[in-house]
C-alpha cells in the first residue's frame, strides 16, 4: 500500500478494533465466511456511529445461525469447511468479544462531524444542517443538541449593536474615523472599497485592481479610451522662498548629469512639469532617493516664489528630513506663524462639526450619503493633524516649507480620449455676475477674483480649454503643459446616465488655431490657477453645497433635468491640468499612455470623480498603475529603485511575501529552485551581481596585463596598452571610491553615458536606422578604451534595460539575463525556430541535510528535544527551506552554464508589443564586456530565464534613454 | 543657436543650416496628427505584414458595404500604399479603378533640452503622403 493509501486506510481503521479486522484475514475462510463476519462488520462501519440500536440484531449470534455454523468457527473446522460439532461456550464467548467490540466502533464518532453528516449519502436530505425534521427520527435527539449548542456559539460572537443603529450617521462616522486612524482614506475610498480589493499601504488604504475581470479592457481604456486613477495619496510639499535661495539649497539634491533639474528654463516659467531624481545632499552618485516631479507657480511681479514638489508616499520619510537640512528648516512652526489666513479657516473648519450637537442632529436626521460624510470627514482630519508638524520655516534663507499632502486631490486620466472626457466633465466658469448681498454668507472668492486682469486670463484659458475637444490624441500636446483653469462645479451637469464621451467629428475645430496649439504648446500666460492659493483652496472646500441639498434642489426645479442655477451659491473651483507625457522612448508606440492630471482643491473629490466616471472613464488601482508604466517602458517607484531607500524596503517585503507563499505549498508542488539553478528566486541580490563583476573585470585586466609583459599576444578584444592604462585609472579609483561606502551601489542616471551604452545595443546593421540620430555616438565597434573609460568610474553601476523577446516566452519577475553563448548565437543564426539553450539540471545537496535534520528530530523528539534541536540550529546557521539556497549564496555569475549579468524587475507578455517584454537591470561591467565580444549585427542579445524554469530564450536588450 | 534663444524660445521653422547640438537637445518625434477615420479608411504601415494588408482591403472590397476605400500611405508607406492599391487592381480584371492624391503633411519634432539654459523647440517638418481612392469600375459613371 502506498503512504497516502495507507494513511487513509489507518485513519478509517482508527476505531476499529483490532480483533474484528483480524478475522477478516483469516486464511483459512471460505467465501461464504464473510456473510456473518467480516461483512456484516464492513457493513457497519460505513454506517459509522450512528445506528447502534439496529445494529444489534445483526450479530450472528441471532440472525445468521447456519451460516455460522459452517464457516467461522475454527474449533470445529474440517477440512471441507464444514464444523462437525460447536462448543456453545467457546462460540457464544467470540461473539460476545465481536459483538463488544463493534459495538465500541459504532459508539466512537470519529470526527467532530455533525449526526447528518454522517449518513450515508441516500439518506442524505437537503436542508438537514438546518431543519431538524429532516434528520431521521432516531438521530433526531442527537442532532437537536447539536444544533443548539451551534446556535448558542454563534449568539454570542454577535455585535453589541444592530445593525440599525451601527448605520447611524453619527456611530457610522466614528467607525469610519477608528477605521481610518492607522490607514487614511481618499476621498474616492467608499466608491473604491466597493468595487476594488483594497491594499493598506504607505500609510493609505488604496484600491490594488478592480474585482472585475478587467484586465484588458483596462489595457483597451488606455490606448482607445480613457482609465481613470486616483492619485491622491500622492504627497505635495509647498517650498515657498526666493527663487535664488530655493534653487540654490535644491541644486545640492540634484545634479545636472542626470539631466534636466529644478532650475530648467522651462520648468521655472511655470509653463511645464518637470521630474527628476533627487539624491541625498552632495552625495550623488551615490545614495539616490527617488523620483519627484515639480512644478513651479508661474511667475509674477513678486520676488517670492513658490514650487509644488510631489512625489510618491514612500519617499516621505526620506525626502522631508533632507529637504529639511537643505533648506536649512529648523524646528515645525504652528501653522498660524507663517500665513494669517489658513490658520483662521483651519480653525472655523475643526469647529464646525464638533462644537454643538445641533448639527449633528440635523445631519442624523436627514440621513447624508456617504461620499459626503467622507468628505467632511477628511476635512476635518487632514487640517488638524494630531501630532505631526506641516510646516517648517528656516530664519537663515527664509524658506517656507509646507506639507500639503491630500489638501490637493491628483487624478490621472490615460488615453487618448481623456481629451473629449475632460470637455465633458468640466465646464469653464460662468463669469460673475452682480448679484444680491446673498454672497456675504457665502464667502465665495470668485466675485473678488473677477477682476479686469484674470477675466482676461479667464478666457484665454476658456478658449485653450476648448480647442484641446479638437485634439485627438493627448500625445500630439507637447508633454508637462500646465493649464489653469476654473471650471463650475461638475455635479450640475451630470448627464443621467453613464456615458461613454467620443470626440465630436460635427463640429470641426479651427484648423490653424489647433495647429498652433500643437506646435507652441499652451503658453505659459495659461498655467496660472487660482488654485495655488491656500485661502482660495480653503474658501472653495468649505462653500461646497452638500450632495443633499443639491439633490432636493434638483428636485424642486420646475422642468425635470435641466440645469440647476444656483446663482451666487454656486461654487467655482479651480484646477489644474497637467499634460502626462506618454512613451518618448524606443521606436514603437511612440506617444502610448499619454494623458492629463487634474488637480483638484480637497472637499470636491467625489463631484469631479463621479462626474468623470459618467464620462466613461474606467476606474483603475495600483495594478493598472504598475501595468500602464510596464507598457510604457518607464520605472515605476518604488518598485523599479532598488537602489533607493523606499525600494529597498519595497523589494524587502516582497521577499517576504513571496517566501510565506512559498511555503504555503508542500514541497512537492513548488519548483525547486536549487535544482533550477535559480539561487535568489525572491529577492536580487544586486549587491553581490556588482561585485562579483567587479572582481571579473579586475581579474582580466590582470591577466591581461600579465599576458602583455610575457610578451604574448594581447587579449581579442581589446590591446593591452589600453587596459593597462584603464587598469590604472580604475584602480586609482576604487581606492577612492571604496572608501566611504564599500557596500553600496548604484542605477546610472548620467544621460550621457547612458545615451552611449544605449548607442553600443544596437544592432549596428539594422535597417531603416539613420546614421545622424546618433552621430555623436558611434555604433561601431566598441572601442576598448571608451568602454573602460565608462566602466572603471562607475564599477558597481546598474543599468536600466527594456528587454523584448525575440520569440516566445514570457519573463516574469527575477527572472535572469543572462550572455549567450557564441555556439548559441550561431544555433539561432542557422535555425530561426530555435527557442533557446537549456539549463542542465542542478543537483539538490540540501535535501539530504534537511531529510537528515529531520530523521534526527524525530529520532530525539521523545527524549531530549532540546538538545537535538540546539545541535541542529548550531550546525546550520539559518533555515533550511527545501527548494531554497541557504543564506551565503554561491557566486551568482557563474552558478550557471551562461555568465549572468543582470535580473529582470518586472516583466509580462506585453500587449502594445506583442511580445513579452521585461524592464530589467543589468550590471554595467558585464553589459560591456558582452557587447565588447559580441558581432556587430547580432549586438545586445542576451538570455532571459525564469526563476521557475530551465529553458532559456532570447531577448534584445535596450537601453532607453 | 542664436535665432533659438530670442523671443518665446521657440522657432518654428528652422533654417536648414541649423544643426542640433545632441548635447543640448534629444530629438522626439511626434506622432502625425490623427484625424477621424470612416471604416473604409485604410491606413498603411510598414509594420504590418503586406499581405495582411491586403488582404484587408480586399475583404473591405468585397463586403459590399462600400463602393470605394481609402488607402493613405505617408512617407515610407507609400510605395506601400501605391503596391497594394495597384495590387488590388490587377487582381480584380479590370473592376476596379483607382485615382491617386497626393499632399504634404505637417509633423512635429521635439527638442527636448538637455540642459537647463536651454529652451524646449518645436519645430516642423514635411512629409509627403498619398490617398489613393479604389472602386468599382460601374460606381463611378
Known amino acids: 500500500?502506498?503512504?497516502?493509501?495507507?494513511?487513509?486506510?489507518?485513519?478509517?481503521?482508527?476505531?476499529?478494533?483490532?480483533?474484528?479486522?483480524?478475522?477478516?484475514?483469516?486464511?483459512?475462510?471460505?467465501?461464504?465466511?464473510?456473510?456473518?463476519?467480516?461483512g456484516a462488520q464492513q457493513q457497519e462501519r460505513k454506517y459509522g456511529g450512528v445506528q447502534p440500536q439496529r445494529d444489534q440484531p445483526w450479530t450472528p449470534s441471532s440472525g445468521f445461525k447456519?451460516?455460522?455454523?459452517?464457516?467461522?468457527?475454527?474449533?470445529?473446522?474440517?477440512?471441507?469447511?464444514?464444523?462437525?460439532?460447536?462448543?456453545?461456550?467457546?462460540?457464544?464467548?467470540?461473539?460476545?468479544?465481536?459483538?463488544?467490540?463493534?459495538?465500541?466502533?459504532?459508539?466512537?464518532?470519529?470526527?467532530?462531524?455533525?449526526?447528518?453528516?454522517?449518513l450515508p449519502k441516500h439518506m442524505r436530505r437537503r436542508a438537514m444542517s438546518s431543519n431538524v425534521k429532516r434528520i431521521p427520527r432516531r438521530l433526531r435527539a442527537i442532532a437537536k443538541r447539536e444544533l443548539e449548542k451551534a446556535s448558542q456559539q454563534k449568539k454570542e460572537q454577535s455585535k453589541n449593536k444592530s445593525r440599525k443603529a451601527r448605520?447611524?450617521?453619527?456611530?457610522?462616522?466614528?467607525?469610519?474615523?477608528?477605521?481610518?486612524?492607522?490607514?487614511?482614506?481618499?476621498?474616492?475610498?467608499?466608491?473604491?472599497?466597493?468595487r476594488f480589493h483594497m491594499v493598506k499601504k504607505w500609510g493609505y488604504c488604496l484600491g490594488d485592481k478592480p474585482t472585475s475581470k478587467c484586465y484588458r479592457a483596462c489595457y483597451r481604456a488606455m490606448t482607445k479610451h480613457c482609465l481613470l486613477q486616483d492619485l491622491s495619496y500622492y504627497c505635495c510639499l509647498e517650498l515657498t522662498g526666493g527663487e535664488n535661495e530655493?534653487?540654490?539649497?535644491?541644486?545640492?539634491?540634484?545634479?545636472?548629469?542626470?539631466?534636466?533639474?529644478?532650475?530648467?528654463?522651462?520648468?521655472?516659467?511655470?509653463?511645464?512639469?518637470?521630474?527628476?531624481?533627487?539624491?541625498?545632499?552632495?552625495?550623488?552618485?551615490?545614495?539616490?532617493?527617488?523620483?519627484?516631479?515639480?512644478?513651479?507657480?508661474?511667475?509674477?511681479?513678486?520676488?517670492?516664489?513658490?514650487?509644488?514638489?510631489?512625489?510618491?508616499?514612500?519617499?516621505?520619510?526620506?525626502?522631508?528630513?533632507?529637504?529639511?537640512?537643505?533648506?536649512?528648516?529648523?524646528?515645525?512652526?504652528?501653522?498660524?506663524?507663517?500665513?494669517?489666513?489658513?490658520?483662521?479657516?483651519?480653525?472655523?473648519?475643526?469647529?464646525?462639526?464638533?462644537?454643538?450637537?445641533?448639527?449633528?442632529?440635523?445631519?442624523?436626521?436627514?440621513?447624508?450619503?456617504?461620499?459626503?460624510?467622507?468628505?467632511?470627514?477628511?476635512?476635518?482630519?487632514?487640517?488638524?493633524?494630531?501630532?505631526?508638524?506641516?510646516?517648517?520655516?528656516?530664519?537663515?534663507?527664509?524658506?517656507?516649507?509646507?506639507?500639503?499632502?491630500?489638501?490637493?486631490?491628483?487624478?490621472?486620466?490615460?488615453?487618448?480620449?481623456?481629451?473629449?472626457?475632460?470637455?465633458?466633465?468640466?465646464?469653464?466658469?460662468?463669469?460673475?455676475?452682480?448679484?444680491?448681498?446673498?454672497?456675504?454668507?457665502?464667502?465665495?472668492?470668485?466675485?473678488?477674483?473677477?477682476?479686469?486682469?484674470?477675466?482676461?486670463?479667464?478666457?484665454?484659458?476658456?478658449?485653450?480649454?476648448?480647442?484641446?475637444?479638437?485634439?485627438?490624441?493627448?500625445?500630439?500636446?507637447?508633454?508637462?503643459?500646465?493649464?489653469?483653469?476654473?471650471?463650475?462645479?461638475?455635479?450640475?451637469?451630470?448627464?443621467?446616465?453613464?456615458?461613454?464621451?467620443?470626440?465630436?467629428?460635427?463640429?470641426?475645430?479651427?484648423?490653424?488655431?489647433?495647429?498652433?496649439?500643437?506646435?507652441?504648446?499652451?503658453?505659459?500666460?495659461?498655467?496660472?490657477?487660482?488654485?495655488?492659493?491656500?485661502?482660495?483652496?480653503?474658501?472653495?472646500?468649505?462653500?461646497?453645497?452638500?450632495?443633499?441639498?443639491?439633490?432636493?434642489?434638483?428636485?424642486?426645479?420646475?422642468?425635470?433635468?435641466?440645469?440647476?442655477?444656483?446663482?451666487?451659491?454656486?461654487?467655482?473651483?479651480?484646477?489644474?491640468?497637467?499634460?502626462?507625457?506618454?512613451?518618448?522612448?524606443?521606436?514603437?508606440?511612440?506617444?502610448?499612455?499619454?494623458?492629463?492630471?487634474?488637480?483638484?482643491?480637497?472637499?470636491?473629490?467625489?463631484?469631479?470623480?463621479?462626474?468623470?466616471?459618467?464620462?466613461?472613464?474606467?476606474?483603475?488601482?495600483?495594478?493598472?498603475?504598475?501595468?500602464?508604466?510596464?507598457?510604457?517602458?518607464?520605472?515605476?517607484?518604488?518598485?523599479?529603485?532598488?537602489?533607493?531607500?523606499?525600494?529597498?524596503?519595497?523589494?524587502?517585503?516582497?521577499?517576504?511575501?513571496?517566501?510565506?507563499?512559498?511555503?504555503?505549498?508542500?514541497?512537492?508542488?513548488?519548483?525547486?529552485?536549487?535544482?533550477?539553478?535559480?539561487?535568489?528566486?525572491?529577492?536580487?541580490?544586486?549587491?553581490?551581481?556588482?561585485?562579483e563583476w567587479e572582481m571579473i573585470l579586475k581579474t582580466e585586466d590582470e591577466r591581461g596585463v600579465s599576458e602583455e609583459h610575457r610578451g604574448a599576444l594581447p587579449a581579442p578584444e581589446s590591446s593591452g596598452e589600453e587596459k593597462s592604462k584603464g587598469v590604472k585609472v580604475k584602480c586609482a579609483d576604487e581606492e577612492m571610491k571604496t572608501s566611504p561606502g564599500a557596500a553600496d551601489f548604484s542605477i546610472l542616471r548620467n544621460r550621457t553615458v547612458l545615451k552611449q551604452v544605449s548607442a553600443w545595443c544596437l544592432p549596428t546593421s539594422g535597417k531603416g536606422k539613420r546614421a545622424n540620430r546618433s552621430a555623436r555616438f558611434s555604433r561601431q565597434q566598441i572601442p576598448s578604451g571608451a568602454a573602460l573609460s565608462i566602466s572603471a568610474p562607475n564599477p558597481r553601476c546598474l543599468v536600466w534595460t527594456r528587454l523584448s523577446l525575440l520569440k516566445k516566452g514570457s519573463p516574469t519577475s527575477h527572472a535572469l539575463i543572462c550572455i549567450p553563448d557564441p555556439g548559441d548565437i550561431q544555433m539561432l543564426c542557422a535555425d530561426l525556430t530555435f527557442c533557446g539553450p537549456q539549463e542542465p539540471k542542478h543537483k539538490d545537496h540540501f535535501k539530504k541535510k534537511i531529510k537528515e535534520l529531520k530523521k534526527k528530530k524525530l529520532a530525539a523528539s521523545p527524549g531530549a528535544s532540546c538538545k537535538v534541536q540546539g545541535i541542529g540550529s548550531s550546525e546550520l546557521p539559518s533555515k533550511l527551506i527545501s527548494g531554497l539556497w541557504p543564506e551565503p549564496l554561491p557566486s551568482i555569475t557563474s552558478h550557471c552554464t551562461r555568465v549572468t549579468i543582470g535580473f529582470v524587475l518586472r516583466g509580462d507578455f506585453s500587449l502594445t508589443a506583442g511580445c513579452g517584454e521585461a524592464l530589467g537591470l543589468v550590471s554595467l561591467a558585464g553589459l560591456l564586456h558582452m557587447l565588447s565580444q559580441q558581432a556587430s549585427d547580432r549586438k545586445g542579445l542576451v538570455l532571459v530565464r525564469n526563476p521557475a524554469s530551465l529553458q532559456y530564450r532570447f531577448a534584445r536588450i535596450m537601453v532607453e534613454v | 543657436m542664436a535665432e533659438n534663444r530670442g523671443g518665446s524660445g521657440q522657432s518654428l521653422h528652422l533654417k536648414p543650416e541649423w544643426e542640433m547640438d545632441p548635447a543640448e537637445y534629444t530629438l522626439r518625434k511626434r506622432l502625425p496628427r490623427?484625424?477621424?477615420?470612416?471604416?473604409?479608411?485604410?491606413?498603411?504601415?510598414?509594420?504590418?505584414?503586406?499581405?495582411?494588408?491586403?488582404?484587408?482591403?480586399?475583404?473591405?472590397?468585397?463586403?459590399?458595404?462600400?463602393?470605394?476605400?481609402?488607402?493613405?500611405?505617408?512617407?515610407?508607406?507609400?510605395?506601400r500604399a501605391i503596391n497594394i492599391a495597384l495590387q488590388l487592381q490587377a487582381n480584380s480584371f479590370g473592376e476596379l479603378q483607382i485615382s491617386a492624391n497626393t499632399s504634404t503633411v505637417e509633423l512635429v519634432d521635439d527638442l527636448e533640452p538637455e540642459v537647463d539654459h536651454a529652451e524646449r523647440i518645436t519645430q516642423i517638418r514635411s512629409n509627403s503622403a498619398i490617398h489613393i481612392r479604389v472602386f468599382h469600375a460601374a460606381s463611378k459613371a
Open chain 1, 66 to 118: 447456519p451460516y455460522q455454523e459452517q464457516s467461522d468457527y475454527r474449533d470445529g473446522q474440517t477440512s471441507q469447511g464444514f464444523p462437525k460439532y460447536i462448543t456453545a461456550t467457546t462460540f457464544a464467548q467470540a461473539r460476545a468479544a465481536e459483538v463488544k467490540a463493534m459495538l465500541k466502533a459504532v459508539s466512537n464518532k470519529n470526527s467532530n462531524s455533525q449526526v447528518f453528516q454522517a
Open chain 1, 246 to 691: 530655493l534653487l540654490k539649497a535644491l541644486a545640492r539634491l540634484t545634479n545636472r548629469e542626470t539631466g534636466l533639474t529644478f532650475a530648467a528654463v522651462g520648468c521655472l516659467s511655470g509653463k511645464r512639469q518637470g521630474s527628476l531624481v533627487i539624491y541625498k545632499a552632495d552625495k550623488y552618485p551615490l545614495e539616490p532617493l527617488g523620483p519627484v516631479t515639480f512644478l513651479w507657480k508661474p511667475k509674477k511681479m513678486s520676488e517670492e516664489r513658490q514650487l509644488w514638489i510631489w512625489f510618491h508616499p514612500a519617499l516621505k520619510q526620506d525626502l522631508i528630513p533632507q529637504l529639511k537640512t537643505v533648506c536649512q528648516c529648523g524646528e515645525p512652526v504652528v501653522q498660524s506663524i507663517p500665513l494669517p489666513e489658513p490658520s483662521t479657516v483651519v480653525s472655523t473648519v475643526e469647529e464646525m462639526p464638533e462644537p454643538v450637537s445641533v448639527g449633528c442632529k440635523r445631519k442624523r436626521k436627514e440621513g447624508t450619503p456617504l461620499e459626503e460624510i467622507t468628505a467632511k470627514k477628511f476635512i476635518r482630519e487632514r487640517t488638524s493633524p494630531p501630532l505631526i508638524p506641516a510646516c517648517w520655516k528656516s530664519q537663515t534663507t527664509g524658506i517656507v516649507l509646507r506639507d500639503l499632502t491630500l489638501e490637493i486631490l491628483r487624478y490621472r486620466l490615460i488615453g487618448p480620449l481623456s481629451h473629449s472626457v475632460l470637455s465633458d466633465a468640466l465646464y469653464p466658469a460662468s463669469l460673475w455676475k452682480i448679484f444680491h448681498s446673498q454672497d456675504e454668507k457665502h464667502c465665495s472668492w470668485w466675485p473678488e477674483y473677477c477682476n479686469e486682469d484674470n477675466l482676461f486670463l479667464h478666457e484665454r484659458q476658456q478658449n485653450l480649454f476648448q480647442l484641446l475637444r479638437g485634439i485627438a490624441s493627448p500625445a500630439e500636446i507637447s508633454a508637462g503643459t500646465v493649464l489653469g483653469l476654473v471650471v463650475d462645479d461638475p455635479r450640475l451637469t451630470l448627464p443621467r446616465k453613464r456615458t461613454k464621451s467620443m470626440p465630436d467629428l460635427s463640429v470641426l475645430p479651427d484648423f490653424e488655431k489647433v495647429q498652433q496649439l500643437t506646435v507652441e504648446g499652451i503658453t505659459d500666460e495659461a498655467s496660472p490657477s487660482p488654485i495655488w492659493d491656500q485661502a482660495v483652496r480653503d474658501c472653495v472646500t468649505r462653500s461646497k453645497i452638500s450632495e443633499q441639498e443639491l439633490n432636493r434642489m434638483k428636485m424642486e426645479i420646475l422642468v425635470p433635468g435641466s440645469r440647476l442655477d444656483l446663482g451666487a451659491k454656486e461654487s467655482k473651483i479651480p484646477i489644474l491640468l497637467i499634460h502626462q507625457s506618454g512613451k518618448l522612448t524606443g521606436q514603437e508606440c511612440l506617444g502610448w499612455g499619454s494623458g492629463w492630471d487634474i488637480l483638484i482643491p480637497k472637499g470636491w473629490g467625489m463631484a469631479f470623480w463621479i462626474s468623470l466616471i459618467y464620462r466613461g472613464a474606467r476606474a483603475g488601482g495600483l495594478q493598472e498603475g504598475l501595468k500602464h508604466s510596464q507598457h510604457k517602458g518607464t520605472a515605476h517607484f518604488p518598485n523599479d529603485f532598488p537602489d533607493c531607500a523606499a525600494g529597498v524596503r519595497f523589494s524587502g517585503e516582497q521577499e517576504k511575501e513571496l517566501l510565506d507563499k512559498y511555503k504555503r505549498r508542500p514541497p512537492s508542488k513548488r519548483p525547486n529552485y536549487i535544482k533550477h539553478g535559480s539561487v535568489a528566486p525572491f529577492l536580487c541580490p544586486w549587491q553581490q551581481l556588482v561585485e
Open chain 1, 1 to 38: 500500500m502506498s503512504g497516502a493509501k495507507g494513511r487513509k486506510y489507518e485513519k478509517k481503521m482508527k476505531y476499529q478494533p483490532t480483533s474484528v479486522t483480524f478475522h477478516t484475514g483469516d486464511p483459512g475462510g471460505s467465501s461464504s465466511k464473510n456473510y456473518n463476519g467480516a
Open chain 2, 34 to 79: 490623427k484625424l477621424p477615420k470612416r471604416r473604409n479608411d485604410i491606413y498603411i504601415n510598414m509594420k504590418t505584414n503586406f499581405r495582411t494588408q491586403l488582404t484587408r482591403c480586399q475583404k473591405l472590397l468585397d463586403s459590399g458595404q462600400f463602393t470605394d476605400i481609402c488607402i493613405h500611405g505617408l512617407g515610407l508607406a507609400v510605395h
Open chain 1, 167 to 194: 448605520r447611524r450617521h453619527g456611530n457610522l462616522l466614528l467607525e469610519f474615523n477608528r477605521r481610518q486612524r492607522k490607514n487614511l482614506w481618499l476621498e474616492t475610498h467608499i466608491w473604491h472599497a466597493k
